[in-house]
């Protein structure tokens, strides 16, 4: 095999499986019975010119079957007068007439049964045709039928990857709040320990001094300013300061 025909082979292969690939059964079908009942057509058009062709020649043989009774008589009224000459001539043109019809036989014989074969034969292929529209039917149910049940399975194939990736996606979230709470009880435990310590809450205690600190000295000022109103005399104790 040359180079030249397996790369030819090769892209009729590839061609035929993408044809496979976007063809589709119905329509498929539905092509095979247009071009059934075309070729049905044509058998009748065939028909119809072969019927034609033999009447032509039934008409032509009646025509001369007259022209031969025609002539038979003139022979009879020739001979009643006496002229046999005149009689001789008509069976002379009956003769050839004659000829005529007995040379068209054979033709409108065979004709006639070509009409026959060919009226068999288009009743075989309407036959063959009608049984094709029913399988046809039938299997473009099927087809319909297991295209909904490839399209259903197709649906729930997604369906149940969706509910693998969210079943997923569920399971990291709860093993990061997980982690997220471990480590929020790890911090608890550390800063309870003593291990760390709360800068926030130090912060917290300092202010709280100074605040009290504050409100002791404010409460010593208070104080002395009430007895010095009370002991008009007595000398006033040292302001307090804060610390």
Wanted: net charge negative.
């Amino acid at each position: 095999m040359t180079l030249f025909q397996r790369a030819h082979d090769i892209v009729e292969a590839k061609a035929n499986k993408a044809l496979d690939a976007a063809e589709k059964p119905d329509e498929m079908l539905d092509l095979s019975y247009q071009q059934m009942l075309e070729q049905i057509t044509q058998v009748r058009r065939a028909l119809v010119d072969l019927a034609a062709s033999r009447k032509q020649i039934e008409l032509q043989e009646q025509q001369l079957q007259h022209t031969v009774d025609h002539l038979q008589d003139q022979a009879k009224a020739a001979l009643s007068q006496d002229k046999e000459d005149l009689a001789k001539e008509a069976l002379s043109r009956k003769a050839a007439a004659q000829a005529q019809i007995d040379a068209m036989e054979p033709q409108h014989e065979q004709l006639t049964e070509q009409e026959d074969k060919l009226e068999h034969t288009l009743a075989a292929l309407q036959k063959k045709v009608n049984d094709f529209r029913t399988q046809k039917e039938v299997m473009k149910a099927q087809y319909t039928a297991a295209k909904a049940v490839s399209t259903v399975d197709e649906s729930a194939a997604g369906i149940s990857k969706t509910f693998d990736d969210s079943g997923a996606a569920l399971q990291r979230a709860q093993d990061k709040i997980a982690t997220m709470q471990s480590r929020a009880g790890a911090m608890d435990e550390l800063l309870q320990s003593g291990v760390l310590e709360d800068v926030g809450g130090a912060t917290d205690d300092i202010q709280k001094e100074l605040d009290e600190a504050g409100s002791a000295a404010e409460v010593d000022k208070e104080l002395a300013a009430l007895k010095a109103e009370i002991r008009p005399g007595s000398s006033a104790p040292p302001e307090l300061t804060g610390p």
